[in-house]
């Protein structure tokens, strides 16, 4: 039986996601650009409105105990870019570990070669500690004697 409601709700969700590119094909009336635009603001849509689904499911069957999540950490990131020279949307499942702090978001993976590599992207509050530490922040004290 919950297979033939899962297939019900893929068909469903299946048949919906066709008839609202039908319905954006009709309205870019054959400009693949504008069709493009289109679905990028529709996919920003599901997006925006999956996300706010899934919090709320989170806040109604989670227990909040008042933790702060400081870390978030996975083992796979999904990448989406526009291919500059063809128009068309990539979307990948990237194998790599991926670390998020108030520091920024550090990327750890292979090479080609199968060599470790990894790659931080700072955040204001990183770049400004490191300032800090070799002596080009602001002159003045963190904190009151």
């Not at 039986?1 to 299946?14: R, Y």
């Amino acid at each position: 039986m919950k297979k033939s409601k899962k297939a019900t709700i893929e068909d469903k969700m299946s048949a919906f996601c066709r008839e609202m590119m039908e319905e954006l094909a009709e309205k870019s009336e054959g400009d693949y650009d504008a069709l493009m635009t289109a679905w990028r603001e529709m996919h920003t849509i599901y997006n925006a409105v999956t996300a706010e689904i899934l919090q709320q499911w989170a806040d109604e069957y989670t227990f909040d105990d008042g933790e702060v999540v400081d870390v978030l950490e996975a083992n796979e990131a999904v990448v989406e870019f526009w291919d500059r020279n063809t128009g068309k949307l990539f979307r990948r499942n990237l194998p790599i570990n991926c670390m998020e702090t108030a520091n920024g978001i550090v990327l750890t993976g292979e090479t080609m070669e199968g060599q470790p590599s990894k790659i931080a992207f700072l955040s204001e509050t990183a770049l400004q500690k490191i300032h800090d530490l070799i002596g080009k922040g602001a002159d003045a004290p963190h904190h009151e004697h």
